[in-house]
């Protein structure tokens, strides 16, 4: 079969869908080994952008759909005023990004975490379809965990939970407060390299030769 012909089809198949299709579901509709699927895609992708189509091919997980750029949602929006459109509140996002980082998270992990009940959030984010059911955790009361979806990819732009921001280390000080291991490392390196300037300071009226030290050294 044809290159061009297998777009044609897969761009058939994308559209149509209007959801996110599996690479092994394309696959099987073209009767074409994997390798060459995603290499087609890709290749796809990359058109779709250097041609500057309104439209767009993404890759969230092992899977490929069909959507609008997102530069254009001011012109798009308009048209389509009358579907629901998820209004998320600080709160909201707290938890999405609570649930994102932490995978098969239970509810009462996530108010353990945030401090607050969390039953109307998680609700209003299961009825958005940014989280789900990710099973039973094998503990007492057999409490429901939760996990975000393919529409919280799409919707955020990755394709992938690993494509996440990485967040900082921490740890927890005496007071039960959070306390960002990037910044004590930091202070610490600085602590460290200000003890060794103000140690050359002292020893440089004991020396019989000036000892200099280039202010470079001074400020790392």
């Known amino acids: 079969m044809e290159i061009e012909k297998i777009k044609g089809i897969i761009e058939a198949i994308l559209f149509a869908s209007g959801r996110v299709v599996k690479t092994n579901e394309l696959v099987s509709a073209l009767e074409i080994n994997k390798d060459d699927v995603i290499n087609i895609l890709e290749n796809m992708r990359q058109e779709f952008e250097e041609k500057n189509r309104g439209i767009e091919i993404i890759k969230v997980e092992d899977g490929y759909g069909m959507c ?14 009358k579907r629901s459109k998820p ?5 909201a996002l707290e938890t999405l990004a609570i649930i994102a980082y932490n995978p098969k998270i239970t509810r009462a992990e996530i108010e353990a975490i945030r401090g607050v009940n969390s039953d109307a959030t998680i609700y209003k984010l299961l009825e958005y379809n940014l989280i789900e059911d990710a099973g039973k955790l094998d503990a007492p009361g057999r409490p429901t965990t939760y996990k975000t979806t393919e529409n919280f990819l799409k919707m955020f732009g990755y394709s992938n939970l690993e494509d996440l921001p990485i967040l900082p280390k921490y740890k927890i000080d005496e007071n039960q407060q959070i306390i960002i291991d990037d910044l004590v490392e930091g202070n610490t390196k600085k602590e460290e390299i200000d003890t060794k300037a103000n140690n050359l300071e002292e020893n440089q009226d004991s020396h019989e030769k000036d000892i200099e030290i280039p202010m470079s050294k001074r400020e790392e």
């Open 68 to 81: 609008t750029k997102k530069e254009y949602y001011e012109y798009i929006y308009p048209i389509f005023d």
């Open 87 to 91: 209004n998320l509140s600080n709160a």
